[in-house]
Nanobody
């Protein structure tokens, strides 16, 4: 239900922008985030933004390089990635989660590969 796009290849120091479109019924009241997963490792949260966009959270190691944003008009969450490093080469996943009826519901987009060459 989530459609992610924007991955690709870039040289170290370059930038990429990932975007993810969600159905309005999910987007409007969900925490939206980006996760990433390297081979053989657990999926980890990269960045997250609250439903109205008032608060953002980042994994410490990426603060200052990545910026998450959301566009309510287009139901899109984006991740601007700057100063990319080879170790940022992983698959990135868009995520929506919301709390309802005393439980969390998660929605995932397909992964999008980011490749950073040295």
């Amino acid at each position: 239900q989530l459609q992610a796009y924007g991955g690709g290849s870039v040289q170290a120091g370059g930038s990429l922008r990932l975007s993810c479109v969600a159905p309005e019924s999910i987007f409007s009241d969900s925490l939206m985030g980006w996760f990433r997963q390297a081979p053989g490792k657990e999926r980890e949260m990269v960045a997250q933004i609250t439903p109205r966009g008032y608060r953002t959270t980042y994994i410490d190691s990426l603060k200052g390089r990545f910026t998450i944003s959301r566009d309510i008009a287009t139901n899109t969450v984006s991740l601007q990635m700057n100063s990319l490093k080879p170790e940022d080469t992983v698959v990135y996943y868009c995520n929506a989660r919301r709390y309802s009826n005393e439980m969390w519901s998660h929605y995932w987009g397909q992964g999008t590969l980011v490749t950073v060459s040295s």
